[in-house]
């Protein structure tokens, strides 16, 4: 089967730094991706690992290994509007217009003061 | 960015009626578009994957009678929740590929439909 393993629930103070992370084991891998989702809301995305590696954007970074089937989402500098739910999706079929998202089941990230 | 709209953004609708919910890719040519359900403090649930001009491809465990889909064109898709439940109630999000080229290794989701079943 498909299945991706993250934290339920991540507890951290402003300013400072979190890491959630994310193991995957799909069928299929093109690429591990990262969306944020506040509550009511739409998934936002934030960043995408093709290859291993450190991929920042900004306060955001995240982090891939394909021999571990492992990843992580690092935020940094921590504010209060990063109060969301973070969700790792793995994309289980190639370049192109082919293949689907499978999500993990989430992370509630809450910061406090 | 890619902007995908849906409509409507709540809808309330008694059990046996039929909804219909409308995903648009406003700026862009989705050849590929996904629809989701997401219970409260749940993950998105892939429910079927539609390509314009052909059947959708359900996932297991969806009855495809249940929630008929369409994709008529490279940028509107719609799903409707035929005989509606309680069970129903859910939050369905549509998310849409652009063609090889527009970033293609991402998806656009739509702010999402909130169902309610009563």
């Known amino acids: 089967g498909q299945s991706l393993e993250q934290p339920s629930e991540v507890t951290a103070v402003e300013g400072a730094i979190v890491q959630i992370n994310c193991t995957y084991q799909?069928?299929?891998?093109?690429?591990l991706s990262w969306y944020q989702q506040h509550d009511g809301g739409a998934p936002t995305f934030l960043s995408y690992?093709?290859?291993?590696g450190l991929e920042e954007t900004g306060r955001f970074s995240s982090f891939l290994s394909r021999s571990d089937s492992y990843g992580y989402l690092l935020l940094q500098e921590l504010q209060m509007k990063d109060s969301a739910s973070y969700f790792c999706?793995?994309?289980?079929?190639?370049?192109?217009?082919?293949?689907?998202?499978?999500f993990g089941q989430g992370t509630t990230l809450q910061v406090k003061p | 960015g890619a902007v995908v709209s849906q409509h409507p953004s709540r809808v309330i609708c008694k059990s046996g009626t039929s909804v219909k919910i409308e995903c648009r890719s406003l700026?862009?040519?989705?050849?590929?578009m996904f629809w989701y359900r997401q219970f409260p403090k749940q993950s998105l649930m892939l429910m079927a994957t539609?390509?314009?001009?052909?059947?959708?491809?359900?996932e297991q465990g969806v009855e495809k009678d249940k929630f008929l889909i369409n994709h008529a064109s490279l940028t509107l898709s719609t799903l409707t929740v035929t005989s509606a439940h309680p069970e129903d109630s859910s939050f369905y999000i549509c998310?849409?590929?652009?063609?090889?080229?527009?970033?293609?290794?991402?998806?656009?989701f739509g702010p999402g439909t909130r169902l309610t079943v009563l």
């Open positions: 998310s849409a590929r652009g063609l090889a080229g527009v970033d293609h290794n991402e998806q656009f």
């Open positions: 799909t069928s299929g891998f093109y690429g």
């Open positions: 690992n093709a290859l291993d």
């Open positions: 999706a793995v994309r289980d079929g190639g370049s192109g217009n082919t293949g689907k998202l499978i």
């Open positions: 700026d862009f040519q989705a050849t590929t």
């Open positions: 539609s390509n314009e001009g052909s059947k959708a491809t359900y």
